[in-house]
């Protein structure tokens, strides 16, 4: 398996631009999970679904940012207008339910620079 | 909700030496604990993880051990090594929280040759 895959790796744009970040999660995993670092706040979980059903909104910072997941195999996180404080890394993380606690396995992240 | 504390959250050590990181956890329902490494510039991976049934796990030159009673788990490196710098995350989630795992907040390891 290819592991948890994420594109753009890198992403440059304005601000007020819309950004949009896609992953794609291990197969067969049911959990899919967004996160936010930052050197400041360090790793924030942002949203994750189970079965493609969001479950957990309530690290996202606000209303600017959305996430979907139309399917098992693919997500996608947007942020519409962004702005310089959106600038960060951006992982998006997978994990197996096998009926207990289970770990996440990480993408390699998208590097987000907004100017 | 689950709080994880992470200590110390820089460390330095010769290499050679052993280094040890310390996390707390304050939900008494948590039975699961990954350690994460995350190199500059990389994506975070798992290094070890244990359970709450086992109170420790090693694999060669890493191991964790579990206190439930206390609420706490620890990462031991021995003989560390140039290649071992990095930040270091604990973590810790309960059975019915979804996977969804609550981080501490990271140990910067700095191995000097």
């Known amino acids: 398996d290819a592991g948890v895959i994420q594109s753009p790796r890198h992403e440059v744009t304005e601000m007020g631009q819309e950004v949009t970040l896609r992953c794609k999660p291990i197969?067969?995993?049911?959990?899919l999970f967004w996160y936010r670092q930052t050197m400041m706040r360090g790793l924030e979980l942002l949203i994750y679904?189970?079965?493609?059903?969001?479950?957990?909104d309530s690290g996202m910072p606000e209303d600017r940012f959305s996430a979907k997941m139309p399917n098992a195999s693919f997500s996608t996180l947007k942020i519409q207008p962004s702005e310089p404080r959106d600038s960060a890394v951006y992982f998006c993380a997978s994990s197996p339910d096998m009926g207990g606690a289970d770990t996440q396995y990480f993408g390699p992240g998208t590097r987000l620079t907004v100017l | 909700g689950e709080n994880v504390e992470q200590h110390p959250s820089t460390l330095s050590v010769q290499e050679g030496d052993s280094a040890v990181i310390k996390c707390t956890y304050s939900?008494?329902?948590?039975?699961?604990f990954p350690w994460y490494k995350q190199e500059l510039g990389k994506r975070p991976q798992l290094i070890i993880d244990i359970r709450s049934n086992v109170g420790e796990k090693k694999d060669q030159r890493i191991a964790v051990t579990l206190n439930k009673t206390a609420k706490h788990f620890s990462l031991h490196i021995t003989e560390t090594q140039p290649e071992d710098s990095a930040v270091y995350f604990c973590a810790a989630t309960t059975v019915n929280a979804g996977n969804m795992l609550t981080f501490g907040g990271g140990t910067r390891l700095m191995v000097k040759p």
């Open positions: 197969s067969g995993h049911d959990y």
């Open positions: 679904f189970n079965n493609n059903v969001p479950i957990d």
């Open positions: 939900d008494s329902a948590s039975n699961y």
